[in-house]
């Protein structure tokens, strides 16, 4: 894996927290906030321990109070990802 | 002083899963006991117990609750949508505070923490769920169930084993007699996996024979212990004035006495704490033992404490003094779904009038002088004891009276799939 996408955060959130009826995962999500997606702070830590664990990569436990967003979240991996790999 | 009436019921049962499908298997004597398929037990010394078959937790519930939840909670989230649909009641946001919900577990969720800690040890800390932080607790089931249903009135969790589903009934009774308007009991356990089951083998109470028609005896001569299982019962109590208010379709019947009692420490020679439970609870309720029609006895299935709830009967009703039965012969022992499964089959069977039998007795022990229903018995069903015993000396005694006096309504929808 070269790059971390927003599909693959959206596949893992499915997987390890579900997604709320009605807000759910579909289309274009990216900025929207993910209180109003329906993810608390336990789903979003869940979500980075499962991030960490496939692409190998330790995420900070205070990931959860600095991205508010997929596509900040999304951000926030490649930029880690990318620096820990190069 | 309030009365405390019961005005939904919801049941998640190896006999059923609705109430009316686990009544129409109770009532006809229909054993839900077979081998334990959750997982291996093959080389277990236990091997059989009550499961819930056909019930899939991705079809009741928001995939968003799944991860996050045991069966357990699993099972009682859905008992307690189906209890709230049967009642007709809909949580009014501007008055969160009148609704309250006491719930009862005895193991937690041991099938969600073993399988995290089995992460833990093989896989390493990063891999247990966050989830793990309440998924497991004791008291996980009164925080999902205010959660969803956004409930901001008294909340508590009793863990007194098996004694706890009564427990529970009891402290909604007082929780409306208090002023709360509405309180949402649950009493419901699963732990159907390898550390629930081998954490109960030490007790040395789980019969070890294969044979479901012959592994729990309750009262039986050749009793040998009793059978696990899972799942329970969600009742919706109510102020009774607070229920016709608001137009509830119906009165089950009233929660009218309650009493919880300890046993005396072991090796003290002193008689064991039941009768008194269940005398405090017919005092409470204002009824003698001539108005009891019914007792739903414990059932321990083990010989000595068969003799010592027999005895309890005997001392309060006289010999063979009152019809006893244990429909969760048919279930196994559930735990603290014991007591709310049994309130709620109690009022089935006033609705009936029918006792449901207790089944795979075969010879009554000697010396045991009870009137033990083991066919389903057709008589008026209207004021019934029920019993329940917990490890560590707990006892509880709950004494229902059916609705009479209130506007009960006796036809039940057929439309409604969550009965």
């Known amino acids: ?86 | 002083m309030s009365r405390a009436v019961v005005t939904g019921v919801g049941v998640l049962a190896p006999t059923g899963v609705g109430a009316e499908a686990h009544w129409a298997a109770t009532v006809a004597g229909r054993s839900a006991i077979g081998p334990i398929s959750r997982f291996d037990a093959g080389t277990y010394p236990v091997r059989l117990a009550g499961e819930i078959a056909d019930f899939d937790p991705r079809s009741h519930l928001p995939s968003r609750l799944i991860p996050q939840t045991d069966r357990m909670t699993q099972l009682a989230l859905v008992a307690t949508e189906w209890a709230l649909a049967d009642a007709e009641l809909t949580v009014d946001d501007r008055r969160d505070f009148d609704f309250g919900v006491v719930t009862s577990a005895s193991a937690g969720g041991f099938e969600f923490g073993q399988r995290e800690l089995q992460k833990l040890w093989t896989e390493g800390p990063a891999t247990v769920s966050a989830y793990m932080s309440f998924s497991w607790f004791y008291a996980v089931n009164t925080g999902q169930i205010s959660i969803r249903h956004k409930l901001r009135g008294p909340a508590s969790a009793l863990v007194t084993d098996q004694a706890g589903g009564l427990d529970a009934v009891g402290h909604a009774r007082r929780l409306v007699r208090d002023g709360t308007p509405a309180v949402i009991t649950a009493g419901v356990d699963s732990s159907l996996c390898p550390m629930g089951l081998v954490s109960q083998l030490p007790s040395g109470q789980l019969s070890r024979r294969r044979d479901p028609a012959t592994a729990y005896r309750p009262f039986g001569a050749d009793a040998s212990g009793s059978v696990v299982g899972e799942g329970g019962a969600v009742l919706i109590v109510e102020d009774a004035a607070a229920a016709r208010r608001r137009g509830a379709p119906r009165v089950y019947g009233e929660i009218s006495g309650y009493a919880a009692t300890f046993d005396p420490p072991p090796g003290s020679g002193r008689e064991s704490g039941l009768s008194r439970a269940a005398a405090l609870a017919l005092d409470q309720a204002d009824v003698l033992p001539d108005d009891i029609d019914v007792v739903f006895a414990d059932a321990a299935a083990c010989p000595r404490a068969d003799l010592a709830e027999a005895q309890a009967l005997e001392k309060l009703f006289g010999p063979g003094g009152v019809p006893v039965t244990a429909p969760k012969s048919m279930t196994g022992r559930l735990g603290a779904g014991a007591g709310a499964l049994d309130v709620a089959t109690a009022l089935l069977a006033m609705r009936a009038g029918v006792v449901p039998p207790t089944v795979n007795v075969g010879d009554l022990a000697p010396g045991h002088q009870i009137d033990l229903v083991t066919s389903p018995r057709r008589m008026p069903v209207r004021t019934v004891l029920v019993l329940a015993r917990g490890q560590g000396g707990f006892n509880a005694a709950v004494v229902l009276r059916d609705g009479g006096g209130t506007d009960r309504l006796d036809t039940v929808r057929d439309e409604d799939p969550a009965r």
């Open chain 1, 1 to 86: 894996m070269s790059q971390f996408t927003i599909d693959d955060l959206k596949r893992i959130m499915r997987e390890c927290a579900g997604e709320e009826e009605g807000a759910g995962l579909d289309g274009d999500i990216g900025e929207v906030p993910f209180e109003q997606l329906g993810y608390d702070s336990l789903a979003l830590l869940e979500t980075a321990a499962r991030v960490g664990r496939e692409l190998r990569v330790s995420l900070p436990d205070d990931l959860v109070a600095e991205v508010d967003t997929p596509a900040a979240f999304v951000a926030f991996v490649n930029g880690r990802f990318l620096a820990q790999t190069h």
